[in-house]
Nanobody, 123 residues
Framework: QVQLVESGGGLVQAGGSLRLSCVAS????????VGWFRQAPGKEREFVAA???????YYSDSVKGRFTISRDNAEKMVYLQMNALKPEDTAAYYC?????????????????WGRGTQVLVSS
């Protein structure tokens, strides 16, 4: 199995920035697609961003232009740089990974999930 651990969450003012990190235990990390999802209280878990094994990145419309996903295969890390944060970005953010993923924005496409890290953006 693959273990994922997120970090970097916290409290920031609107307009500020945070960088989330996800470290994986996978031996063949470079072969995994890694995604970030978020879930606010009372809402469905939603897709934020993903990066494939080939390095292609994808974003939800709500974060496009503000967030950047990247990966460092040597360190088995994936990052989510979040800029120009808005109060509506407040949520628990989860790192997820899987192989042979076709629908990268679907939660059920991923086999492994971290426990989440909380992001709170104040107005």
């Amino acid at each position: 199995q693959v273990q994922l651990v997120e970090s970097g969450g916290g409290l920031v003012q609107a307009g500020g920035s945070l960088r989330l990190s996800c470290v994986a235990s996978a031996r063949t990390f470079s072969s995994y697609t890694v995604g970030w999802f978020r879930q606010a209280p009372g809402k469905e878990r939603e897709f934020v961003a993903a990066i494939t094994s080939g390095g292609s990145s994808y974003y939800s419309d709500s974060v496009k232009g503000r967030f950047t996903i990247s990966r460092d295969n040597a360190e088995k890390m994936v990052y989510l740089q979040m800029n120009a944060l808005k109060p509506e970005d407040t949520a628990a953010y989860y790192c997820a990974a899987g192989r042979e993923i076709v629908f990268i924005a679907r939660t059920d496409a991923y086999n492994y999930w971290g426990r989440g890290t909380q992001v709170l953006v104040s107005s």
